[in-house]
């Protein structure tokens, strides 16, 4: 299998004209990591072949170079049906929470301390540079570092079963009105996708804001970045040194590697 898989996803990128750089970047690990893959020197592990052959739109089977049906299959259907079920149940709790774009306005939910869906830009860079949405849902909200100046805006609202584009402002505030912010990790499932997120808290003197980020390279970006130099950066002690790592590649990678510590992540949660 590791020849075969290694050459279907070389097929496969090549095909639709997609860079080894660009691949990485979408699955949040380096780009040598997606070398060694097509040269069979290493295996994706299931969580990326799962999505691997999301984003190539084929098959599990096809991805492996199975001709027909294997018992990955029965595996992923299987799963599938369970996790569907657990999604249900969760949503009941918090949909809202946690598909933020399918909602029509997320200033309620950051009163309600609910943890929100967003993108977030410190000076010119967005993240998440390169996103799982259609797994996850579209955020509609924009959380900006510029200057000393933090804003948070809606950027889409939910209505009549499309989201359209809006520009909400929600608050305005100086970043030295920040507290702390504590950065954790969740992994997020649905159905036959899945990828992780930072969970980071803003904490002002006035209301704190939760939010998540399809993205594990936010989180050093925010703990290494001069702009929050000042600020207390609060970090799960199990990945302090993972996201110490100067090198942003580097530390993503070593925090993907610790994937049985990271727990399970719905939405509204709080805790994790």
Not at 18 to 30: F, G, M, R, T, V
Not at 59 to 65: A, N, Q
Not at 188 to 217: A, P
Request: proline share 3%; net charge neutral; hydrophobic share 35%.
């Amino acid at each position: 299998m590791t020849v075969e898989i290694g050459k279907q996803i070389k097929k496969f990128r090549q095909e639709q004209q997609i860079s080894q750089q660009e691949l990485a970047d979408y699955l949040n690990i380096s780009r040598q990591t997606i070398s060694k893959w097509e040269l069979g020197k290493s295996l994706p592990d299931l969580e990326n072949v799962i999505r691997l052959s999301d984003y190539f739109n084929i098959s599990v089977d096809i991805l492996l170079g199975r001709k027909k049906p294997s018992f990955f299959r029965g595996l992923f259907d299987g799963k599938e049906r369970r996790q569907s079920h657990m999604d249900q149940n969760q949503e009941k709790k918090n949909n809202a929470a946690f598909y933020s774009a399918y909602v029509q306005d997320i200033q309620p939910l950051f009163l309600e301390g609910q943890r929100v869906n967003t993108f977030i830009k410190i000076e010119e860079i967005i993240f998440p540079q390169a996103t799982f949405s259609k797994m996850m849902g579209y955020a509609n909200c924009l959380c900006s570092f510029s200057g000393e100046r933090v804003s948070i805006d809606q950027i889409g609202k939910f209505k009549l079963a499309i989201n359209i584009p809006v520009e909400q402002p929600i608050t305005t505030f100086s970043l030295s009105d920040i507290s702390e912010i504590n950065l954790k990790f969740g992994k997020y499932f649905r159905n036959v996708g899945g990828n992780f997120v930072t969970l980071i808290d803003i904490l002002t003197k006035d209301q704190s804001y939760y939010l998540w980020v399809e993205s594990l390279k936010v989180a050093h970006q925010i703990r290494h970045h001069e702009k929050f130099s000042t600020i207390q950066i609060n970090v799960d002690k199990a990945f302090q040194e993972s996201l110490d790592l100067p090198n942003e590649e580097e530390a993503v990678e070593a925090i993907r590697s610790n994937a049985e510590t990271i727990p399970l992540f719905y939405g509204s949660n709080r805790s994790l």
